[in-house]
């Protein structure tokens, strides 16, 4: 037997003050996504927004419907529509900010294991990390250097 041992190392920032400018612009679109999510069973909005390298900003948001599992999150929202768009682009950072309609939100909140997925096959794909910055409504904001960094062992196409 032998144990292995993963590491995820993050970035905490006290609030979105303290990151880059570029950033905090990313991420005011990523609050203005999540402000035009349709969330009426849930009441959780969530927004994402993704600068691609051809500096091209593609954004989503969360789509709720009465059958459930027929809805879509906000980030696999934006990435399949920036892949949609811009197949041969990139994505280079993404933005993610949440919240209730029932309470506050001032903890970072991750990506859910479906968009971590989905998210990893882009990366995958553009050979190419995805930097991933997240938050609630308000306070802390977190930053993985990538989506490998979030979800360490992959399922990829390398095994089919």
């Known amino acids: 037997m032998k144990e292995v041992r993963l590491e995820t190392v993050l970035e905490v920032y006290n609030d979105i003050s303290e990151l880059p400018e570029s950033i905090q612009a990313l991420m005011a679109k990523a609050a203005e996504a999540r ?3 349709y969330a009426p069973y849930s009441k959780f909005n969530v927004g994402a927004a993704i600068r691609l390298d051809n500096n091209e900003i593609v ?7 009465a059958s459930y599992p027929s809805g879509l999150c906000a980030e696999r929202t934006a990435v399949y529509y920036a892949n949609a768009k811009f197949p041969k682009a990139k994505m ?4 993610l ?7 506050l939100t001032a903890e970072p909140i991750p ?3 479906a968009c ?7 990366e995958n794909k553009q050979n190419h990390p995805i930097e991933i910055y997240f938050m609630g409504a308000e306070g ?17 196409s390398s095994v089919l």
């Open 35 to 37: 402000d035009k999510a």
């Open 59 to 65: 954004t989503g948001s969360n789509q709720e419907n």
């Open 92 to 95: 280079i950072e993404m933005a």
């Open 97 to 103: 900010t949440a919240s209730s309609q029932k309470k």
């Open 111 to 113: 990506p859910c294991g």
């Open 116 to 122: 971590r997925q989905a998210i990893a096959e882009y």
């Open 140 to 156: 802390k904001v977190v930053k993985s250097p990538s989506l490998a960094n979030l979800l360490p062992l992959l399922f990829e």
